[in-house]
């Protein structure tokens, strides 16, 4: 698989078969993904990687926890802006739209969409999972180093034939995600990532894009 084939079949799957992910696949990904750059090559990712039964019990913990309408956790950093401004807030509720729709969600259906929200904590159904910390003393450009090391890992895994959803879903319950992982204090969660095997008979609708003009612009001569 070339680099474009990479980049164009990832997305962000939200249906997964329960088949084991080797062990041996996922040490060959992060040991590749480790050459994602950073910074001053500060490697600022800190993750860690749950499959079998600490898996099985962070789902239901998690699962439980927010089917019986448990309060979120404290934030420890803002996941959006309180009011995003254009065009961030057009495109945020466009993907809204499309994904219950996709769903047969009604918008104004907010039971549905809890519902179906409460997948995220079951990974989709996905058989292994990473959770990627961060530093509490580090900035954004070491989260944006986070960021890079993570679509490496996404890019990676589809040559694997695996496909991926990164999720800032877990943390919201980061605190029953720590219960299991046990990070050292001074981390925070950044995000969890479900990893899998895509389960095919799920419908899972391509989301778009801005226009190239949009966001890039050519300065020449
Ligand atoms: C940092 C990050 C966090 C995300 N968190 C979630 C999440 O909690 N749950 C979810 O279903 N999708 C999540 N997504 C997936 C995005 O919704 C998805 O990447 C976006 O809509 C574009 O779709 P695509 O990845 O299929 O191309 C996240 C993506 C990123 C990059």
Redesign the pocket.
Known sequence: MDVYQAVRTR??V?GFTDRPVPRETLERVLTAAAWAPSGSNMQPWRVFVVTGAPLAQLKKLAVERVAAGDPWDERQYEMYPPKPKSPYAERRSA?GKERYSALGIAREDWEARQRAAIA?WDCFGASAALFCYIDRDLGAPQWADAGMYLQTVMLLLRAEGLHS?????WSQVRTTVAEVVKPPAELILF?GMSIGYQDVALASPR?GRAPLDETVTFITD
């Open positions: 997305r962000a939200r993907f995220n959803c990164p999720q800032m879903a995000c989301t």
